[in-house]
């Protein structure tokens, strides 16, 4: 699945649930989502995890539970406590 085009995101925006939607690759926009304090990821087809999602300071809970993610960074792993369960 894909990002639609037309679909804009408040840049306030402090909650994103964008779970169970066959994502293989997380949408560039997300990026200046500076406000974004949880951001829910689980249950999709990602298979890596873009190194932009470091920016994301205000960013407290990520859940990328059931992904095809083998590895994660370094920069995520120390700052979350990320879920490895495999869908």
């Known amino acids: 699945a894909t990002w639609p085009d037309h679909l804009i995101i408040s840049r306030q925006l402090e909650i994103l649930n964008i779970g169970h939607n066959e994502l293989q690759a997380l949408p ?7 406000k ?5 990821l689980q249950s999709n087809e990602l298979t890596e995890l873009p190194q932009w ?9 990520l859940d990328v539970s059931y992904n095809m993610i083998t590895s994660y960074p370094e920069y995520l792993s120390e700052k979350f406590s ?4 495999q869908g």
């Open 82 to 85: 990320l879920g490895y369960q």
């Open 53 to 61: 999602l470091d920016g994301l300071s205000q960013l407290q809970d």
């Open 36 to 40: 974004l304090v949880s951001l829910n």
């Open 28 to 34: 560039f926009p997300i990026q200046h989502l500076t």
